[in-house]
């Protein structure tokens, strides 16, 4: 088990940018595949973006491919997400979780979660 603690959240206005980071605890964070999440109001929990153990590949959402970028830093033991050209739409609540299987981006496949970091942005 890793435990996972987010920050960078805020209000932005449409078209501006966020860095979220998620600071993970534990010897073996090189071991997960990381990922991070988004939950809006009434809305079910969906897949944002994910990175492999050593960074070398990315998946994204379609809505956010292009936008959004995913990286890790195994040796400081954190995970960003740099969002720009923020929406309306990318209002949520943002959470980064860990899988011990590779290439996970189901949501299922992942075992720890973070708390959260809320994301608003304005039109």
């Known amino acids: 088990q890793v435990q996972l603690v987010e920050s960078g959240g805020g209000l932005v206005q449409a078209g501006g940018s966020l860095r979220l980071s998620c600071a993970a605890s534990?010897?073996?964070?090189?071991?997960?595949?990381m990922g991070w999440f988004r939950q809006a109001p009434g809305k079910e929990r969906e897949f944002v973006a994910a990175?492999?153990?050593?960074?070398?590949?990315?998946y994204y959402a379609v809505s956010v491919r292009g936008r959004f970028t995913i990286s890790r830093d195994n040796a400081k033991n954190t995970v960003n997400l740099q969002m720009n050209r923020l929406k309306p739409e990318d209002t949520a609540l943002y959470y980064c979780?860990?899988?011990?299987?590779?290439?996970?981006?189901?949501?299922?496949?992942?075992?720890?979660w973070g708390q959260g970091t809320q994301v608003t942005v304005s039109s």
């Open positions: 979780a860990s899988s011990p299987f590779p290439s996970a981006t189901i949501k299922g496949d992942f075992r720890s």
């Open positions: 534990g010897r073996t964070f090189s071991s997960y595949t």
């Open positions: 990175i492999t153990r050593d960074g070398g590949d990315t």
